[in-house]
């Protein structure tokens, strides 16, 4: 894929070092697919807290997620969004992950930024650490909110590729995945959790096929231990992290040097037919591939004259492919690209396969 004046100019593959809005603020305009964003959570523990056996947990209690208050976490929010949002392309688009303690802020941030929201989808978690202190519902969902820049925009959405990866059903909203842990969690040097909220790789996975192409930008402001780098690396998307913590750099730079980008043919997904170019059935007639005076049949062999402008003609009505079959269906509407098929050699062949040799001389 051929990169743009704007990606020539990225510090592709790379993790940057300092802060987010910094680090973007001096990264081009309109230059980034997609951004997926983990930020702080705010999480605002209150002293430790332990298991029913007395072991501690390990929570989220490090320094970058902790603020002074909500005021001060609404502008850091409010700060990073318009950094981010000056980098999308016009037709980019950006995940941000959340809970409770924060997610709602951050979507009143987005709307209020310029942001147009597709959807929130809930991550359901299949192994979600259980409530010790029995005084809540166990918290067993994080929320992540998809957005493009702005409303109208043709954001990128592989839809047949999600309804693949769901054994052809069509993708809710709700996603059923498993915590990080086992081996996929990574570890210090003592042993310790490298990360305390690091996703797993199948989060991720559905979220770049879903919503990117190869070759692809995706940024992450929020780089913590990189998988968002790691699956993008694997997946044929280039990546930049921003990340200021050092320990986690190290961690997410040795991680993705480890990583296999899939070969060339396993990068291909599953695309909608909407996707494809479009091709108007007097092509068919202008190249020849059927002649005006040609007759059509339906599955019960009822026929339609081919005219010299692509149209149809059956009993008195004429009109496109799709306005006849209707017509002869008593419908609302009908694709006559698989409703009409023309005689050869004894056989009745769906006129639909000559559109498909037109779209494959496009590509």
Same mark, same amino acid.
């Given at each position: 894929?051929?990169?743009?004046?704007?990606?020539?100019?990225?510090? #592709?593959?790379?993790?940057?070092?300092?802060?987010?809005?910094?680090?973007?603020?001096?990264?081009?305009?309109?230059?980034?697919?997609?951004?997926?964003?983990?930020?702080?959570?705010?999480?605002?523990?209150?002293?430790?807290?332990?298991?029913?056996?007395?072991?501690?947990?390990?929570?989220?209690?490090?320094?970058?997620?902790?603020?002074?208050?909500?005021?001060?976490?609404?502008?850091?929010?409010?700060?990073?969004?318009?950094?981010?949002?000056?980098?999308?392309?016009?037709?980019?688009?950006?995940?941000?992950?959340?809970?409770?303690?924060?997610?709602?802020?951050?979507? *009143?941030? #987005?709307?209020?930024?310029?942001?147009?929201?597709?959807?929130?989808?809930?991550?359901?978690?299949?192994?979600?650490?259980?409530?010790?202190?029995?005084?809540?519902?166990?918290?067993?969902?994080?929320?992540?909110?998809?957005?493009?820049?702005?409303?109208?925009?043709?954001?990128?959405?592989?839809?047949? *590729?999600?309804?693949?990866?769901?054994?052809?059903?069509?993708?809710?909203?709700?996603?059923?995945?498993?915590?990080?842990?086992?081996?996929?969690? #990574?570890?210090?040097?003592?042993?310790?959790? *490298?990360?305390?909220?690091?996703?797993?790789?199948?989060?991720?996975?559905?979220?770049?096929?879903?919503?990117?192409?190869?070759?692809?930008?995706?940024?992450?402001?929020?780089?913590?231990?990189?998988?968002?780098?790691?699956?993008?690396?694997?997946?044929?998307?280039?990546?930049?992290?921003?990340?200021?913590?050092?320990?986690?750099?190290?961690?997410?730079?040795?991680?993705?040097?480890?990583?296999?980008?899939?070969?060339?043919?396993?990068?291909?997904?599953?695309?909608?037919?909407?996707?494809?170019?479009?091709?108007?059935?007097?092509?068919?007639?202008?190249?020849?591939?059927?002649?005006?005076?040609?007759?059509?049949?339906?599955?019960?062999?009822?026929?339609?004259?081919?005219?010299?402008?692509?149209? #149809?003609?059956?009993?008195?009505?004429?009109?496109?492919?799709?306005?006849?079959?209707?017509?002869?269906?008593?419908?609302?509407?009908?694709?006559?690209?698989?409703?009409?098929?023309?005689?050869?050699?004894?056989?009745?062949?769906?006129?639909?396969?000559?559109?498909?040799?037109?779209?494959?001389?496009?590509?």
């Amino acid at each position: 894929m051929k990169r743009t004046p704007e990606a020539a100019k990225l510090p #592709l593959n790379t993790i940057l070092a300092g802060d987010c809005v910094e680090q973007m603020n001096a990264l081009p305009a309109e230059s980034i697919d997609l951004i997926f964003a983990d930020p702080p959570y705010n999480l605002q523990l209150k002293g430790q807290l332990h298991r029913p056996d007395n072991s501690e947990v390990d929570a989220c209690d490090d320094h970058w997620d902790q603020f002074d208050s909500l005021a001060v976490y609404d502008k850091f929010t409010r700060d990073w969004l318009a950094a981010a949002r000056r980098l999308l392309k016009p037709n980019g688009a950006i995940w941000v992950i959340g809970s409770y303690h924060n997610i709602f802020r951050v979507g *009143a941030s #987005l709307q209020d930024a310029g942001y147009w929201i597709l959807n929130d989808v809930v991550w359901r978690k299949s192994n979600p650490m259980p409530n010790f202190r029995g005084k809540r519902f166990t918290n067993a969902h994080e929320t992540m909110i998809w957005a493009s820049k702005s409303e109208g925009a043709k954001y990128t959405f592989n839809y047949e *590729a999600l309804k693949s990866l769901n054994e052809g059903v069509q993708m809710r909203s709700d996603w059923v995945l498993p915590i990080c842990n086992g081996g996929e969690r #990574l570890k210090d040097a003592n042993g310790d959790k *490298a990360h305390p909220t690091q996703k797993p790789q199948s989060l991720l996975h559905r979220v770049l096929v879903g919503s990117t192409n190869p070759g692809d930008v995706v940024l992450d402001p929020f780089f913590g231990t990189g998988t968002t780098g790691a699956v993008a690396k694997m997946l044929g998307r280039e990546y930049i992290g921003i990340e200021r913590e050092e320990a986690y750099r190290k961690v997410a730079e040795a991680r993705i040097s480890r990583v296999r980008k899939f070969n060339r043919d396993a990068l291909q997904v599953s695309t909608s037919k909407r996707a494809e170019p479009r091709v108007p059935f007097g092509q068919l007639v202008e190249r020849g591939m059927l002649r005006p005076g040609e007759m059509l049949v339906n599955p019960r062999g009822q026929a339609a004259r081919v005219r010299a402008d692509g149209t #149809l003609a059956t009993d008195g009505f004429n009109g496109s492919i799709h306005q006849v079959g209707a017509h002869i269906e008593n419908a609302p509407s009908c694709n006559g690209w698989t409703y009409w098929h023309f005689r050869k050699d004894g056989q009745t062949i769906p006129i639909d396969l000559m559109r498909q040799q037109i779209r494959a001389e496009m590509n």
